[in-house]
């Protein structure tokens, strides 16, 4: 499709220049606020794009409107926003639309905080990848190749320095609070997808980096993208070995709700801590003074501090961590809070700080 000059071409000229500018902002390693930047140049990008395609298709329809009238904001006409354009366009796949919705509520959360450099890069490059190539798979849809930007795109080049884990649990040690509630924001969203959502490349990119050491060719590509949809069952058999040999040659499997326990056995870790005489009741007095989860009849389950406890959808309970029972411990060992105190009924009808009781 090749459009003439006009109101769609002036806006989806802006859509791709935002896409570009929101890669060349990621992939510079010295930018300051550069997750945050790639994120709200992204929204902007995948917002005029709809909005492109609903000015070439519908004309002017997609602002909003009260009793025939146009809806202002500042004297404009207020036009829909990237929610409302993903449920008026209806064509995406589910991952690429768990993937949006993914950045849209990220966006708002990080508006109005500062995130450490490189703190979040890493925990979502792939959904900032895919984010990337959903849009790029839709401009072509919907506008033809000749808009593509792909050629315009180069791989970012990595340093091969991995951290340490004593490197990485210090970085965690050093997460800010408001850092801390993204991470949690995170770790919640993807643990409601389902299986075939969540493995999607639609929603989050999973790239494999192996250095090539030969090549039958001096004019071969340095780096070559495989799609795995269409590698044959030999080929995908060979990258998941390359992929064991990236992993040490210990290839882990991690099994359901591992380190997280029942109430049951949160009260008898405890009591083998020492705290000998803290009963199921406490328990409960306790999860309900600190707010690590929501009460039975909650509107949304898994709201929760996920550093202590998460929603079992499965069973329809809760589940906790042993840094849950750590946390019990070290309060009730300093008598910061008495066992007589959890017997108050009272103090079950208040809510504390829980940071403030942290070590």
Known sequence: MSLRKGKTKTILESSIDSALLA????????????????????????????????NNTIGDKYYYKKKNRYERVDGERKAWELSTCISKYGELTEAEERNLRFFIKLRNKIEHRHIEKETLDTLIFGECQALLYNFEKTLVKLFGEEYGINENLAFSLQFSRIMTKEQRQAQKNLLSNEVQNLVDYITKYR???????????EFSVKLIAIPKVASASRNDLSIEFLRWDTLSPEEQEEVQR????????????????????????????????GVTDFTINNHTIMWKLFNVRPPIDAEDPFDTNTKYCYYDQAHNDYLYTDAWVDFIVQVLDRERIRIS?????????RILDIKQYEQ
């Not at 643990?191 to 490349?201: M, R, W």
């Not at 064991?244 to 870790?269: C, Q």
């Open 191 to 201: 643990s409601e997808l389902s299986e075939e959502v969540y493995n999607s490349q």
């Open 23 to 54: 890669v060349e902002v990621y992939n510079k390693p010295r930018t300051t606020f550069r997750v945050e930047n790639y994120i709200t140049l992204m929204i902007m990008a995948w917002t005029r794009l709809f909005h492109a395609h609903f």
């Open 341 to 349: 105190d959890l017997n108050n009924s009272l103090l079950s009808r």
């Open 242 to 273: 390359l992929t064991a040999i990236v992993k040490d040659k210990v290839v882990r499997v991690e099994g359901v709700n591992t380190g997280r326990h029942r109430p049951s056995i949160i009260v008898e870790k405890v009591i083998e801590s």
